[in-house]
T-cell receptor, first 113, second 111 residues
Framework: DAGVIQSPRHEVTEMGQEVTLRCKPI?????LFWYRQTMMRGLELLIY????????DSGMPEDRFSAKMPNASFSTLKIQPSEPRDSAVYFC???????????FGPGTRLTVL | GQSLEQPSEVTAVEGAIVQINCTYQ??????LSWYQQHDGGAPTFLSY????GLEETGRFSSFLSRSDSYGYLLLQELQMKDSASYFC????????????FGRGTSLIVHP
């Protein structure tokens, strides 16, 4: 099993540009989570999907952030337009039913200049 | 809402035993989990408690008291490689089962 796959691993962009982060969950897992981690705010849940349906997006900071899960094997997190304060490590995690265990991807380190 | 409190840093020497505490407030309760994260890495699952008591997995054990809204992670026979951040996390039993992570405890193991 390849684990949760995220791409890109590193992204450097300029303020105002669109950023798309990608995630492939572990096959058979029906829950998918997007997190953001910074020194200041710790590990924050942005959005949570269950069976491809967004269950809670109350952690999405503002309208510049959007997430989709078109099928069970792919999800995207988009930031448009990006701002320097969006610089962080973004993790995707998946979880199998009915377990509470989350399996994290390696993360995408985003730097917005 | 949900909130968790854990110490920001703990230091210990190799071979010792260390306990990392976690207290939580949540509307409803589904379970308490522990994750380990090394610098530059991703969180990895260590242990889960859904019921009161002790769960043991090798050198690591986790304890839960639901009546006290309290849990801890116990690390025995500490090794240098155990230096990492440790996070407790809860999921509420009401609504959408949103998981919430604590701010993490940085464990520094000295030789």
């Amino acid at each position: 099993d390849a684990g949760v796959i995220q791409s890109p691993r590193h992204e450097v962009t300029e303020m105002g540009q669109e950023v798309t982060l990608r995630c492939k969950p572990i096959s058979g897992h029906n829950s998918l989570f997007w997190y953001r981690q910074t020194m200041m705010r710790g590990l924050e849940l942005l959005i949570y999907f269950n069976n491809n349906v967004p269950i809670d997006d109350s952690g999405m900071p503002e309208d510049r952030f959007s997430a989709k899960m078109p099928n069970a094997s792919f999800s995207t997190l988009k930031i448009q337009p990006s701002e320097p304060r969006d610089s962080a490590v973004y993790f995707c995690a998946s979880s199998p039913p009915p377990s509470d265990t989350q399996y994290f991807g390696p993360g995408t380190r985003l730097t917005v200049l | 809402g949900q909130s968790l409190e854990q110490p920001s840093e703990v230091t210990a020497v190799e071979g010792a035993i260390v306990q990392i505490n976690c207290t939580y407030q949540t509307s409803g309760f589904y379970g308490l989990s522990w994750y380990q994260q090394h610098d530059g890495g991703a969180p990895t699952f260590l242990s889960y408690n859904g019921l009161d008591g002790l769960e043991e997995t090798g050198r690591f054990s986790s304890f839960l008291s639901r009546s006290d809204s309290y849990g801890y992670l116990l690390l025995q026979e500490l090794q240098m490689k155990d230096s990492a951040s440790y996070f407790c996390a809860v999921r509420g039993s009401g609504g959408s089962y949103i998981p919430t992570f604590g701010r993490g405890t940085s464990l520094i193991v000295h030789p």
